[in-house]
T-cell receptor, first 114, second 111 residues
Framework: NAGVTQTPKFRVLKTGQSMTLLCAQDMNHEYMYWYRQDPGMGLRLIHY???????AKGEVPDGYNVSRLKKQNFLLGLESAAPSQTSVYFC?????????????FGPGTRLTVL | ELKVEQNPLFLSMQEGKNYTIYCNYS?????LYWYRQDPGKSLESLFVLLSNGAVKQEGRLMASLDTKARLSTLHITAAVHDLSATYFCAVDGTSGSRLTFGEGTQLTVNP
């Protein structure tokens, strides 16, 4: 049981390049989330998904897109990277809200945009 | 819009001392979470508080929730160096399992 995994762990992009971050979970969780963490700002929700084939915007969705084609995977895309997107990105997953299950976090992806 | 504020943001304390971290939030919620993050690492769940008056304890850490005051506390008893980390509270708003995080409290326990 690997929990939540993220690929890649580190990445450096040039402004305008695109990339996709992959999150995978093996806990059969319904809900998945993408956050970014910046110094002094805690974690901010980018997008989330409440089930396969569904996505929704979070607090800071601009410049990002997501897809949840399979229940176990949640992809975060940057179409045209900007230096403001330099951050640490965390994926998380949880079961169902009714159980008030906590969110389980992946190890993070450190992204630098030059 | 739900806002979550923690204080203090930075806390330096000596081993053996007690201290409390506060988490205030702005709108009604009865679900609050505490996480720990070590430098360069991911977030680890510490406590889930689901109702008014809930109290959870694990080792030297004890968390409580007062939904009427919109306040949660994380109390540290007889701190040890291993507790040095950043602690986040997060509140589950009313729109479907979305957490809003506080800024985090960076705790340093000195020998």
């Amino acid at each position: 049981n690997a929990g939540v995994t993220q690929t890649p762990k580190f990445r450096v992009l040039k402004t305008g390049q695109s990339m996709t971050l992959l999150c995978a979970q093996d806990m059969n969780h319904e809900y998945m989330y993408w956050y970014r963490q910046d110094p002094g700002m805690g974690l901010r929700l980018i997008h989330y998904s409440v089930g396969e084939g569904t996505t929704a915007k979070g607090e800071v969705p601009d410049g990002y897109n997501v897809s949840r084609l399979k229940k176990q995977n949640f992809l975060l895309g940057l179409e045209s990277a900007a230096p403001s997107q330099t951050s640490v990105y965390f994926c998380a997953s949880s079961f169902r809200r009714m159980t008030a299950d906590t969110q389980y976090f992946g190890p993070g992806t450190r992204l630098t945009v030059l | 819009e739900l806002k979550v504020e923690q204080n203090p943001l930075f806390l330096s304390m000596q081993e053996g001392k007690n201290y409390t971290i506060y988490c205030n939030y702005s709108t009604t919620s009865d679900r609050l979470y505490w996480y720990r993050q070590d430098p360069g690492k991911s977030l680890e769940s510490l406590f889930v508080l689901l109702s008014n008056g809930a109290v959870k304890q694990e080792g030297r850490l004890m968390a409580s929730l007062d939904t009427k005051a919109r306040l949660s506390t994380l109390h540290i008893t007889a701190a040890v160096h291993d507790l040095s980390a950043t602690y986040f509270c997060a509140v589950d708003g009313t729109s479907g399992s979305r957490l809003t995080f506080g800024e985090g409290t960076q705790l340093t326990v000195n020998p």
